[in-house]
């Protein structure tokens, strides 16, 4: 109304300090994201291995600590060298109830078998650890050193009765060292896929095969139960952890620089929500930095090696270029 006088701005500001009092203060912040149902944790491989190991820790570490509102349900789908488990999680686009532990099958797999699938379809999360490999025969065998063993395999490589190897998956990690261990040695193995690393040490035990390249969490059971023995390993320096000293360097063993390590890594389903990524590295470091994770990375000779972001895709990018030059000159890349 024309006369009337405007609110001056004293009482603008008393009035704007009373409503926020009357609110508590401020606005109220919007919650941070955080799971409301259960979690899909896919493992692309068989059960008893280093990547269902891993996973099953971390998901009881999760539980036991009250890590996360919501439970880590492990799901293996070990078909097609783990094809089924990538395809699976690719097919979530946007979920943020899906993760994936990966190992090398990662690279592998795809090419190898041409699978319309790529690590770049998923959402890199965390990489918890790099796994090494030893070379393994039954403790019953005659062969105490690696040499000894690369003997007999070299006698036997040009007839009918080749030592048989065994690994995890065709055209797998495993195969791949096994290929650089004839390149470099001039023998020859019969390769025998099995669909997970624990299988793998069973056959060993078994004798179905003369000898493996597990991972040490694969086979360390039955080498502390006295039934398998470890020859060499494929890394570049001695497990550092007491109770693997003294197995050999493949390079001290056998005079040859054959070295590999395997992811074991945490992606997520492609395009999950930032906030949701944002809070599965929380959780995982949570896990990573628990006693009981850093046993298990001691006890198994896994070599501690968390990341994130911009590094962990680094390493991703370099290792996939890695893999295509190895299985490129065995023979492995789909045609």
Not at 177 to 187: K, M, R, S, V, Y
């Amino acid at each position: 109304m024309k006369g009337q006088r405007s609110p001056s701005p004293h009482w603008i500001v008393l009035s704007i300090l009373g409503s926020v009092w009357l609110t508590g203060g401020a606005a109220p912040a919007v919650a941070a994201w955080e799971p409301t149902k259960p979690i899909e944790f896919i493992v692309p491989a068989g059960t008893g291995g280093g990547a269902d190991q891993m996973a099953r820790l971390i998901s009881g570490i999760a539980e036991k600590h009250k890590l996360s509102p919501q439970p880590l349900i492990v799901v293996n789908k070990s078909g097609g060298a783990g094809a089924e488990g990538f395809l699976h999680v690719k097919g979530k686009k946007g979920d943020a109830y899906t993760i994936v532990i990966t190992l090398s099958n990662l690279f592998t797999t795809p090419l190898h078998t041409g699978v319309p699938f790529n690590w770049r379809d998923l959402t890199p999360i965390a990489r918890m650890a790099l796994d090494q490999f030893i070379l393994w025969v039954n403790a019953e065998t005659p062969y105490k050193t690696a040499k000894e063993y690369i003997a007999v395999v070299k006698e036997r490589s040009g007839g009918g009765n080749r030592m048989k190897m065994g690994g995890t998956g065709s055209a797998q990690e495993d195969q791949i060292i096994t290929i650089q261990l004839e390149q470099a040695l001039g023998l020859k193995f019969t390769y025998v896929p099995f669909k997970g690393g624990g299988e793998v040490c069973v056959n060993l035990v078994g004798t179905h095969v003369d000898s493996t390249v597990n991972n040490p969490i694969e086979c360390v059971s039955h080498w502390k139960a006295g039934r398998v023995r470890p020859l060499a390993v494929f890394d570049t320096a001695h497990i550092p952890d007491p109770d693997w000293k003294g197995i050999p360097t493949v390079k001290e063993a056998l005079g040859v620089d054959i070295h590999y390590l395997m992811l074991r890594g945490i992606f997520g389903a492609p395009n999950m929500p930032k906030d949701a990524v944002d809070w599965y590295i929380g959780l995982l470091k949570k896990v990573y930095d628990t006693p009981e994770f850093k046993k298990y990375l001691s006890d198994g000779a896994l070599k501690p090696a968390f990341t994130t972001g911009a590094e962990y895709v680094k390493w991703v990018e370099e290792n996939e270029q890695l893999h295509k030059d190895l299985m490129a000159k065995g023979g492995l890349l789909k045609k």
